[in-house]
């Protein structure tokens, strides 16, 4: 009999398991899936909608932007390194031109040059559209890596927003930074 009772205590465990996900189970909804860009709708958006009274307050052709990001931090009095993988968001906040990056350069800690993302090939970025440009985990540029990024536009443009974002996401050490680029020349 002693023997049994464990035995019909997993049995009950697993009854009172099974009855708990049957009741569960039907009250979870399946939630809406993310359309694919063939997907979904087209929307369209009139910047004549917006209020027309406000003034732009800043208005560029270009800039260039040194962009510092964290690939490896220091921790433990310098005997270990955290790794990090970063990216860095380029967004071009005008609301009806293009910006062109022209620029994407991404340099280690002693600034040597690691990689060009645009290899000679200008991208354009549209209206309130986003680029990101992304550095791996396993990337060892030190705490001193760093983008120099520019971009242009023949017409002046609101300022675009450029940000990144370094992580390292480990159970018990999780680690993010975040950085605003330093602007280094101006095109007005």
Known sequence: MKIMKP????????LILVC???VILPSCKEGKKHKSSSEKEQISF???SLQQDMTVIRELRGQLLYM???SNVPYQIDTMLFNMSAFVAIH???????????????FDQDGNIVTDFLKK???????????????PYEDQSGTGANFLIEWVSDLPVSEPLIESVTLCLKPNNTLAVT???KVLKEKI
């Open 7 to 14: 035995v019909l205590n997993n049995v009950f465990r697993s």
């Open 121 to 135: 090939s200008p991208i354009s970025i549209n209206p309130l559209a986003t680029k990101d440009f992304y550095i």
């Open 92 to 106: 071009n906040t005008d609301l009806s031109k293009n910006i062109m990056l022209t620029k994407v350069l991404y």
């Open 179 to 181: 950085s605003q680029g």
């Open 20 to 22: 708990l996900t049957l």
């Open 68 to 70: 510092p990001v964290y």
């Open 46 to 48: 009139d910047v004549n």
